[in-house]
């Protein structure tokens, strides 16, 4: 039996996550180094991103992390994929209070992409996820 590289094993881990768990729109995943990964303010760059371009969605992860946090930060993004409500995104952006600063802003953006229906979708993931590792 022969070892998987690191690359192997994200790209079959992609694909199982397309089989169990079709998505709404269609997704790209994107492997990026660190250096071409947003920022979070002027700390770190964040270890993965999931962002919309017209009726396709994207999931970006940063490939500078050790791989089992890669696999993990796959299975967040792609909750939020699963998650994606076509109009939400742009309607909670409406309605973000905008004299907020940017820590509290931060925190109210990440509570409403972080929702009880976004984690039930992570742990349908995660559950699958653990028969899956070899």
């Given at each position: 039996?022969?070892?998987?590289s690191?690359?192997?094993?994200?790209?079959?881990?992609?694909?199982?996550?397309?089989?169990?768990?079709?998505?709404?729109?269609?997704?790209?995943?994107?492997?990026?180094?660190?250096?071409?990964?947003?920022?979070?303010?002027?700390?770190?760059?964040?270890?993965?991103?999931?962002?919309?371009?017209?009726?396709?969605?994207?999931?970006?992860?940063?490939?500078?992390?050790?791989?089992?946090?890669?696999?993990?930060?796959?299975?967040?993004?792609?909750?939020?994929?699963?998650?994606?409500?076509?109009?939400?995104?742009?309607?909670?952006?409406?309605?973000?209070?905008?004299?907020?600063?940017?820590?509290?802003?931060?925190?109210?953006?990440?509570e409403?992409?972080?929702?009880?229906?976004?984690?039930?979708?992570?742990?349908?993931?995660?559950?699958?996820?653990?028969?899956?590792?070899?």
């Amino acid at each position: 039996m022969t070892r998987r590289s690191r690359r192997d094993k994200l790209e079959l881990h992609v694909k199982q996550l397309r089989l169990a768990f079709p998505t709404p729109w269609p997704v790209t995943v994107v492997f990026a180094p660190g250096s071409r990964v947003p920022k979070l303010g002027e700390k770190r760059a964040v270890r993965g991103l999931t962002y919309r371009e017209g009726r396709k969605l994207y999931v970006m992860l940063n490939t500078s992390y050790p791989e089992w946090a890669i696999h993990e930060v796959l299975n967040h993004e792609w909750a939020h994929c699963l998650d994606f409500r076509p109009g939400a995104a742009e309607l909670q952006r409406s309605q973000a209070p905008g004299s907020l600063p940017d820590a509290a802003q931060r925190q109210w953006e990440h509570e409403q992409y972080h929702d009880d229906h976004f984690y039930l979708h992570l742990g349908r993931i995660e559950r699958a996820y653990e028969s899956w590792e070899d």
